[in-house]
């Protein structure tokens, strides 16, 4: 029989029509199971999110998660919150054995450090002519700094939820038994403030200290305070290129990395007028909430744990202090420290995690995070909304004036940088004996990063 005769023949028809009505049922029943067979079945979930953060508890991210999936019914998003103790290490090893997370919050300074980990923001939407966002559009929508650390090599690497800056906490109590009526706008100001409030007793003991500044371990964020100084006096953190240190260079024949330093340790020294601060006072946060601190350096989440601790403590808060000279050209510096959302290069939803990421960016997704974690915006629309909130308005000001630098190893150089200011205050070496070896170090972990695959 010919292949003809067998494909024509009355029961090889039926054969082969039975088998087409079968291919044809099976095909409507998995679209069906798709999302694509119409009628009242529900679309099925298409990708399931992993979102790691720290910090922030779920009751904070619901809102905006909530509303996420309420527009993207096809997206399953689970939030998982870590102990900040070990967060770098357990996110490190879950992507090396495979079970990373989707989307994570990282420290805006660790981009150099985890940049390979990391995917870059999709050059084309899903389901569109163009990307979700452009450089352009992204310079014209959130503050500055978020371009200096979140872009790198033409890639948009994140979109922030927020950005937080150092400013200036100090007690109105404090101020009025002194006569002071406002807190001071510059260092000048902030050197005769501390030498007005601070109190001795007979044998120069600290009673009363006018601002908690001056040492590394008994003050939180020790070594931010001492950067905003160093940024503010002119210091470029490191060279161009970003392949070494450069904070114990002259600028302009000036040594400004040693005048901020010796500036910042001064505030310990008993010899100086400024003496205000040293390693047996209370750990500065504690010192302030108790009345023992007039002034001191910290960033918006401090404010609900302050209150809620001493709920009749009349505190407010400035901008951080500046040069006089800056002041005036209204050349304004200061100081950043946020976290923000990337994707994992692993991750099997790319797409999706990064329409996550910018959603929570957008005005509408940022709008409900802002208003449960109370952070100071990075959205540019935002912010003129956040400067009149009597606590949040001076940090939202700040957005648009903080700057970073860039760091290999953020861990890392705060251990160089706190060492350094001990160096200084316990007499192991001179102030530019200790900058050179802190620059020397920071140095190392840059060329270090840069022979990393």
Known sequence: MSIFQTLTSPNRLVYVLGVSVGLLVFLTAVLVLRGFGGGNNAPETRAEITFWGVFDDPRVMRPALDRFQALHPNTKVTYKLFSYATYERDVIEALAAGRGPDVWMIHHTWLPKHKAKLAPMPDRAPDADGPLMTQRDFQEAFVDVAQTDLISDGKIYSLPLYVDSLALYWNRDLFNAVGIENPPRTWDEFNQAVEKLTTRDDRQNIIRAGAAIGSARNINRSTDILAALMLQSGVQMTDADRTEATFDRSVNN????????????????????????????????????????????????????????????????????????????????????????????????????????????????ATLYLSESRRPAALRSIIARQKTDPDLGVFADQALTAQSWFQADTAAIETIFAEMIDSVNFGRASVREALRNAEARVSVLMQELRRKP
Do not use: C
């Open 254 to 365: 000036q040594a400004v990395g040693e005048v901020a330093l010796q500036y910042y340790t001064d505030f310990t020294n008993p010899g100086k007028v400024s003496y205000t601060w040293n390693d047996s006072q209370h750990y500065s946060v504690d010192a302030f909430v108790e009345g023992n601190a007039a002034m001191m350096f910290n960033y918006a989440h401090q404010i609900e744990a302050i209150r809620a601790r001493a709920p009749r403590l009349n505190i407010a808060i400035a901008p951080i202090p500046q040069h006089a000279q800056q002041l005036a050209r209204q050349d304004i510096r200061t100081y950043a420290n946020y976290w923000t959302p990337v994707v994992s290069a692993a991750s099997l939803y790319i797409d999706q995690a990064w329409e996550l990421v910018d959603f929570l960016a957008s005005e509408e997704g």
